[in-house]
C-alpha cells in the first residue's frame, strides 16, 4: 500500500530556504512509472501546485514559482525533496507531497502533510 | 494560467439530497483534463473524479463528473453523513491550477 510521508522543518526564517522530504513506501518510485509532486495549501492561496520530478530526473515546475524552486529524487532511498529559496510570509503554508499520474496531471494518494511557517 | 471558478461557495444540503457544484475554466481545459477532489478538516485532498468524468479507485457510484470545455459539474447524487466537506476542482490541461472550493455544510 502506498504512503508518503513529509519531513521537515516547520519554522524557516525569511530569506532563507525551506527544505522538505518526502518519504515514499509501498512502491518503488525507481520501478513505477508515475511522477512525484509537491504542492502547497495556504487560507489566502489555496491550493497551488508547486513541481513534479520523474525518478530519471525529469522535472516540471509552476512557471510562478520556478525560479525559487528545485525539486529532486533519490530513487536509493525511495524519496524526493523541495527546495524553495528566499522564503518569505508568502510561503508558510501546509506542503503536501503526492503522486502525480502523469506529469504535472492529478494526484491520486497524497501525504498527510506538513506545516511550514515562514517567520522570524 | 488557467483560472477555474467554482460556485456555490457554499452548498447547505440534508443528508439524502442531492448536490451540484459547478467549476468554470477561464478557457478550454484540453482533453477535459478535469479532476475533483474531497477535503475534510485536517485531512489531505482525496481524489474523487479524473478525465471530468473517470471515477477514481474506490469513489462511490454516488459520486459522478460531467461536462466539458469550460464547464464542469460535480454531482452527488444522495449525501451522505461522510460527503459534508470541502470539494476542489482541478486542471491539468496546462500547468495544473485548483478552483478556489465549495463547501458542502448540513443544513
Known amino acids: 500500500q502506498l504512503q508518503l510521508q513529509e519531513s521537515g522543518p516547520g519554522l524557516v526564517k525569511p530569506s532563507e530556504t525551506l527544505s522538505l522530504t518526502c518519504n515514499v513506501s509501498g512502491v518503488s518510485i525507481s520501478g513505477s512509472n508515475f511522477y512525484w509532486a509537491w504542492i502547497r495549501q495556504s487560507p489566502g492561496r489555496g491550493l497551488d501546485w508547486i513541481a513534479s520530478i520523474y525518478y530519471t530526473g525529469s522535472t516540471y515546475y509552476n512557471p510562478s514559482l520556478k525560479s525559487r524552486v528545485t525539486i529532486s529524487v533519490d530513487t536509493s532511498k525511495n524519496q524526493f525533496s523541495l527546495k524553495v529559496n528566499s522564503v518569505t510570509a508568502a510561503d508558510t503554508a501546509v506542503y503536501y507531497c503526492?503522486?502525480?499520474?502523469?506529469?504535472?496531471?492529478?494526484?491520486?494518494?497524497w501525504g498527510q502533510g506538513t506545516l511550514v511557517t515562514a517567520s522570524s | 494560467e488557467i483560472v477555474l471558478t467554482q460556485s456555490p461557495g457554499t452548498l447547505s444540503l440534508s443528508p439524502g439530497e442531492r448536490a451540484t457544484l459547478s467549476c468554470r475554466a477561464s478557457q478550454s481545459v484540453t482533453s477535459n483534463y478535469l479532476a475533483w477532489y474531497q477535503q475534510k478538516p485536517g485531512q489531505a485532498p482525496r481524489l474523487l473524479i479524473y478525465g471530468a468524468s473517470s471515477r477514481a479507485t474506490g469513489i462511490p457510484d454516488r459520486f459522478s463528473g460531467s461536462g466539458s470545455g469550460t464547464d464542469f459539474t460535480l454531482t452527488i447524487t444522495r449525501l451522505e453523513p461522510e460527503d459534508f466537506a470541502v470539494y476542489y476542482c482541478?486542471?491539468?490541461?496546462?500547468?495544473?491550477?485548483f478552483g478556489q472550493g465549495t463547501k458542502v455544510e448540513i443544513k
Open positions: 482541478q486542471q491539468y490541461g496546462s500547468s495544473p491550477t
Open positions: 503526492a503522486r502525480d499520474r502523469g506529469g504535472s496531471y492529478y494526484f491520486d494518494n
